[in-house]
């Protein structure tokens, strides 16, 4: 492995040379003081620095989704604002992917195996960029936006740096999944990011987890109890252990903990509702979810497992008000147990409707936006997860031989396809804002992907309608 050098307006960095691809690791691109928003980093410097190291992730605890996806073994510290780029050629000017890593708010980091951008530099002739940014009370405490900041100073800094790596600064695209997802929703909403991106994909948004001033206020009140302090400003100087604690405290013991943090209505960084202001966004959208989202978090949770007909029959009729909404579902999805069911129907609360309701109102008023639907089945486990949250991240991002992936996804060959053509389409899209298959419209245009995708071939119009209208019925009222 040899070195690479970049020649930045503010200085050179010295980078590694791995099989061709040119990788820069943790370079840092804000500064920022506990709990305010970030300032980009501005300094000039005469010597080389070093990038062959990721930088420290920012502080929390790891959950589920690191576990799974390989949790990165850096440090982590509360000055963690770095970044990391992928490049092929230095001196070109191709389309820039600026990856934006899931993990609830509260956990995650742009160093993630999982995330490694060097195969799609390869396949899909583009610049790749990871970054980290605050997470928990540290990023979302209250009505602050402080981990939204970072975000968008990760896109100052490419603006103003990226060129230096072989990329295009018009032709960026925002891209992440989970609470990733969401943040490209979030930044979409944003006025401080207008004109750093021209693109953006949101693999399954959570787009419930965005909250409302009034929930912000609730929740601040919530980290102050579980800190045992009187006044926000009692955590500035709160140490950093403490902090977390308290956060893990009142993440296990709130009723409300997908909204304990995340970004938040402010007037100011989220200006008013962050799906309305997606939908009158005329950016390029590319939006989609898998069909089994929550089964990752419920498979093997004794809280679902046990559920039987009745209850999960009872479960329906209270969230639609309809004693037929079950029915509805099973008929929908043949073979599915009373738990399963009941999954789906969290599913399609948290991820699968709030997505396709942006879609909807970005389509009536003309903007691009590309649905699609991943249904691959992951054999592991017995098949229990189905097509879970997170199992389309290595397909997207072409990253199959990544560490512990097959744990995950399994090792049919047939995943090789999938990759190819789900990756290919993303990448296409940074390319010309087209996927190659149809925009979302009156028919509900979605591209299935599955193990034998063809892309714009195994297209749906309006799947499973009967659902669709039980959601638009709650809605109505």
């Not at 190291?53 to 690191?66: D, F, K, N, R, S």
């Not at 992440?176 to 949101?202: F, K, Q, T, W």
């Not at 789900?422 to 190659?436: A, I, K, L, Q, V």
């Not at 419209?441 to 749906?460: F, H, K």
Request: charged share 20%.
């Amino acid at each position: 492995m040899t070195h690479a050098h970049a020649a930045t307006p503010l200085g050179d960095y010295s980078g590694l040379n791995r099989d061709g691809v040119f990788v820069f690791k943790g370079i840092n691109y804000a500064l920022a003081d506990r709990f305010q928003p970030s300032e980009l980093e501005t300094t000039a410097w005469s010597d080389l620095r070093d990038a062959t190291v990721y930088g420290p992730q920012c502080l929390q605890v790891p959950g589920i989704m690191e576990q799974l996806l390989g949790e990165s073994t850096q440090p982590m510290a509360e000055e963690c604002l770095t970044l990391n780029v992928f490049t092929a050629d230095t001196s070109a000017r191709k389309p820039v992917l600026v990856w934006i890593h899931g993990g609830a708010f509260t956990n995650g980091a742009g160093s993630v195996p999982w995330y490694d951008g060097s195969n799609l530099v390869r396949s899909g002739d583009i610049v790749v960029v990871t970054i980290n940014y605050r997470l928990g009370a540290l990023g979302f405490r209250g009505r602050d936006n402080a981990g939204l900041s970072d975000q968008v100073n990760a896109l100052k800094w490419v603006r103003n740096n990226i060129a230096s790596f072989g990329g295009d600064p018009s032709q960026v695209t925002i891209m992440g999944e989970s609470a990733g997802g969401a943040s490209v929703i979030s930044l979409m909403a944003c006025p401080h990011a207008d004109g750093l991106y021209s693109g953006a994909i949101a693999m399954s948004p959570s787009i419930p987890q965005l909250r409302s001033s009034e929930r912000g206020d609730e929740a601040l009140s919530e980290l102050l109890a579980a800190a045992g302090a009187d006044h926000p400003d009692d955590l500035i100087s709160l140490p950093a252990d403490a902090l977390l604690k308290a956060q893990g405290d009142m993440l296990s013991s709130t009723d409300e903990s997908l909204t304990a943090f995340a970004p938040t209505t402010d007037g100011n960084w989220l200006p008013g509702d962050p799906s309305a202001l997606t939908a009158s966004n005329p950016i390029p959208l590319v939006i989609g979810t898998t069909r089994d989202e929550m089964h990752l978090f419920t498979a093997f949770d004794p809280r679902y497992t046990e559920i039987d007909e009745e209850a999960a029959r009872t479960t329906f009729e209270r969230h639609f008000a309809s004693s037929e909404a079950y029915d509805v579902y099973r008929d929908h999805r043949p073979g599915s147990t009373p738990p399963q069911l009941v999954s789906a129907l969290e599913t399609d609360g948290v991820f699968r409707w709030p997505a396709h309701r942006i879609a909807e109102a970005r389509q009536q008023q003309q903007h691009s936006t590309h649905s699609y639907w991943f249904t691959f089945e992951t054999p592991v486990f017995g098949g229990v997860l189905g097509s879970c949250h997170a199992l389309d991240i290595p397909f997207a991002l072409n990253n199959l031989d990544r560490k512990g992936v097959e744990l995950f996804t399994g090792d049919a060959p047939a995943r090789r396809h999938l990759a190819a053509s789900f990756s290919n389409s993303m990448t296409t899209f940074m390319h010309t804002r087209d996927t190659g298959w149809p925009q979302w419209g009156p028919e509900r245009n979605t591209q299935l992907l599955d193990a034998n995708t063809t892309i714009g071939v195994d297209v749906v119009s309006d799947s499973e309608p009967r659902i669709r209208q039980l959601w638009e019925a709650l809605d109505a009222f």
